[in-house]
DNA sequence: AGTTAGCACTCACCGGTTAGGAGTGCTAAC
DNA sequence: GTTAGCACTCCTAACCGGTGAGTGCTAACT
């Protein structure tokens, strides 16, 4: 693998990248020498771009039409290439006035967070809220309603907090409820959401004597590790979206909708992705023939080292990976600091 | 004003509308004589749509392309020609079982609903969830979760339930935030929460001693408040409308969607319009500019007599009218029951 | 009088052709 | 190794004539 590029290979490479990121047209070599003073002339460049062409990194939609990047070039584009964009004060700013201005509560995070994270790159962006399953049980309590009916309110952990409305069966006392609350937080206290199954559920079975109240409580608990099971998705921009030129085409952009409007696999596709901090994956580099041209960078996030989820951002492989690439890593350490702020 | 149509006009007028909206294509008066047995030639037929766009019931693009429904047209049309359309037994059966598999919690009733209108019109749709200003404080309790924090949960009326973690003052005891909460429910059970402001809240002010305490129930009461005033709205069927073929062009599905992601404009479009039952605005008779080529259905439904909420079809003015409208007529009721099933 | 057939006319919508331009690869000179 | 020159490719936009759907008008028919 002669896959070592020599200097100027790299700063033609680079350039083709910059420019076709911007102008989203098949860039030449004239253009090139024209706004990028690479020292040579266009015909020397035309000589190092088919030399690039000739090693995969770039490709040409036909004879007599500029260059574009190949997905292999974007890799060694993003690999090294690429420059250090960090986000900007004024963008810093920005997203904290974001947050402060529009969450109020933590559920709001996850597609505020998407919503931002669309405007700033103006791309689609997908946002995978944390599972709760590693959540521990901290305790289930009930509120009188009114003579008929009560309210039941499960906490975890985190500071998530679930509650529902429960018809009171006939003949029992709000005393019962009670009476059962202690039961239950006496066996499940410090689980996590994940280990309370119908196991631990049939001890406490035994313990209560009416049936119809163990349904109830089995029915909030239950409807807790739904939640907890069913992790959100959030998406942002597909306005963002339309403004790219690689959308301007309206069956793309259905058929790009329609995709992602199947959560379960969009799920998988992230989850495929969830990893230490950063990834991106280019083009063909993708597994789903549905992306082999869009690229998608994908960030996982920790809350208290346990319960984890993913930013991501998903765009034409003409993108603006570092300034997305810097976005994500930021967002990264920002949420936790958000939901921690807000669950407090 | 010559409005009177004699028997035919009518009939041509709706054979061409009819069929303008399966075709999406202008339509000639060869088609309506071939399609639609209305008994004469096309040269009559020719005839009678001359009159008709005379009239203003249609437009023509160009000489030589056929007709299209005006505005009027289309409002004719719907005050008077309309077919009956009931919503067939396959898709109330279909309907309920949407709700029933996807919706366990009040608050997805709204967005599930929008996503159920905007599949069955093949359109954009919107919801507004009912303002809870006229809803009735009920009871605020609070919930120990730990030495640092309690929970407060704050119950209205018709169910909804709403809940804010509370870091405690230091020196307070869980004790008293049970006092303060006696306190409040006795000044404030029955009060709309709309009727609930400064005023009630000073005089339980002075009858809690730390000043913090108070702070803190003010806080989850403004929050509720907060949530009461502002109405949600929610959208569905972004994707359908590209189906349309009004929406081809990527530059009008942008200009549309950019509208409608102004949240404020679309609540005010809609408060406009809210009112007894059923409403159509068609194209031109819309006030807002960006909405002259579309039409906008909206029903307005009630809960308890006192919330009420909006339920509209937004999408380009050749629409299946007849199908929206009683879908919207169904809906309207069907909404109510689903709400008043869930909040048991 | 109302209806219909016939006909000339309009105009969007093709398929093919052409001119222009951007860009390349190659060759030969520097 | 670099560059100027040049022939070549191929996309794009503009032009053009034929086709067809549809109209309006007129004259004939019932």
């Known amino acids: 693998m002669a896959d070592v590029l020599d200097d100027r290979k790299k700063r033609v490479l680079q350039a083709v990248i910059d ?7 098949p860039v030449g070599s004239r253009t090139l020498a024209r706004k990028y003073n ?11 771009m088919a030399d690039l062409e000739m090693l995969g990194y770039l490709e040409q939609i036909h004879t007599s039409s500029g260059r574009i ?16 964009t960090p986000v900007s004060d004024a963008e810093r700013a920005r997203i904290d006035a974001w947050y402060r201005e529009r969450v109020r509560r933590i559920e709001e995070v996850f597609q505020e967070t998407a919503r931002l994270i669309s405007q700033v790159t103006r791309n689609v962006s ?6 709760m399953t590693q959540a521990a049980f901290r305790c289930l309590q009930f509120l ?3 003579d008929q009916r009560v309210i039941a309110v499960l906490m975890t952990d985190a500071g998530f907090v679930e509650n529902k409305i429960i018809p009171m069966p006939p003949g029992a006392e709000f005393e019962d409820f009670q009476r059962m609350a202690r039961v239950i937080n006496r066996n ?3 689980h996590t959401l994940q280990s309370i199954q119908r196991h631990s559920m049939t001890e406490i079975r035994d313990e209560i004597d009416d049936e119809s109240l163990y349904e109830a409580a089995l029915g909030i608990i239950n409807r807790a590790l739904d939640e907890s099971r069913t992790e ?14 690689e959308f301007h085409d309206v069956e793309k952009v259905r058929d790009t909708l329609l995709i992602l409007e199947k959560e379960e696999l969009v799920k998988d596709i992230l989850h495929a992705h969830m990893g230490e901090g950063l990834e991106v994956t280019i083009g063909q ?8 041209d869009t690229s998608l960078i994908t960030a996982t996030y920790h809350l208290d080292g346990q319960l984890l989820g993913t930013i991501a951002v998903l765009g034409p492989t003409r993108m603006q990976y570092a300034k997305a690439m810097s976005l994500l890593e930021f967002m990264n350490t920002n949420l936790t600091r958000i939901i921690h702020r807000l669950s407090r």
Chains 1, 2 share one sequence.
């Open 19 to 25: 420019d076709y990121i911007t102008s989203a047209e």
């Open 38 to 48: 690479l020292g040579v002339s266009p015909a020397t460049i035309r000589n190092e």
């Open 69 to 84: 990047p190949s997905s292999k070039g974007y890799r060694f584009y993003v690999n090294g290439l690429i420059p250090p």
């Open 126 to 131: 997908l946002v995978l809220a944390p599972q």
């Open 144 to 146: 009188p309603l009114d």
């Open 188 to 190: 499940l206290a410090g």
């Open 232 to 245: 959100r998705l959030y998406l942002g921009g597909t306005t963002e979206m339309l403004e790219q030129p």
């Open 285 to 292: 580099e993708n597994q789903d023939s549905h992306f082999k």
